[in-house]
């Protein structure tokens, strides 16, 4: 879940006449049509298993790479948003909303991509901070908010991919200042958007791409040897998320509700 999300979540946004339809999961398995049946929303598809038999099952006691979707996937609410409440209060917020609002329109529209209309959102609430500042108050998000907002089911999904010694990791497009914390305390590898800082101070834009989309794969095979691995297994929710799904032996979309 990424930019996206304010015109799926936000009244502001949700009052503007220039409706955006959403993309059906089936982009999920285009990538596989060969293998693989009519996908259905919050269902669970199986690349390359027609014998009836679950793939766990299958390859029990194999090497398993699991890759989770952070915001709206294993978290019930987006935490860029959730963050920036936090950082900069409900009143900041929804003024730079305010602001932000032709930028949102231009995106809607198409004529501004994912990633220059967030970084225009990044600079808007961060430009100017000092990082030092800014890593506290992650540590503090991941520390007192963050745990508030895991979804129970994937939690309970978690665990028994932990005894089943999997390897975990979540792939995200939010800051990995906030998404990595919790990711080292509850041991999964983090794969996320890098904020770019200058004589210590946070200047809005991004350090390289934003991990969305392709980006998502490319930091996936940058990160591991997925020859390693018997079984890879992916979670998302929205169409930043499609060429992280087509990656996987073993999809699941929006499996445990929708952000």
Request: aromatic share 12%; net charge positive.
């Amino acid at each position: 879940m990424d930019i996206e999300f304010l015109f799926d979540n936000l009244c502001l946004v949700r009052a503007w006449p220039l409706a955006r339809s959403r993309e059906t999961p089936q982009w999920i398995f285009q990538a596989a049509k060969s293998t693989l049946t009519k996908p259905m929303k919050g269902s669970t598809k199986t690349a390359g298993n027609d014998n009836g038999t679950s793939t766990n099952q299958q390859i029990a006691g194999a090497s398993r790479l699991v890759l989770f979707d952070f915001d709206g996937t294993l978290t019930t609410k987006d935490t860029l948003i959730e963050f920036v409440n936090f950082y900069r209060g409900r009143k900041h917020f929804l003024l730079g909303m305010l602001m932000l609002a032709p930028i949102m329109a231009l995106y809607a529209l198409k004529l501004l991509p994912n990633w220059k209309a967030k970084q225009f959102f990044l600079s808007r609430y961060f430009r100017g901070e000092k990082i030092e500042t800014f890593n506290l108050r992650c540590l503090d998000f991941s520390a007192k908010i963050l745990p508030t907002l895991i979804r129970t089911q994937a939690w309970e999904a978690i665990e028994v991919y932990r005894k089943e010694n999997a390897t975990l990791a979540v792939v995200s497009a939010s800051a990995e200042n906030w998404v990595k914390p919790w990711c080292d305390q509850n041991g999964f590898h983090c794969l996320a958007t890098k904020l770019e800082v200058k004589s210590g101070l946070i200047t809005g834009k991004m350090l390289g791409r934003n991990c969305y989309g392709d980006e998502k794969v490319c930091r996936i095979r940058e990160h591991f040897n997925l020859s390693d691995y018997d079984e890879i297994v992916a979670y998302g929710d929205s169409r930043g998320d499609k060429e992280m799904l087509a990656l996987a032996h073993k999809r699941h979309y929006r499996v445990w509700g929708k952000g």
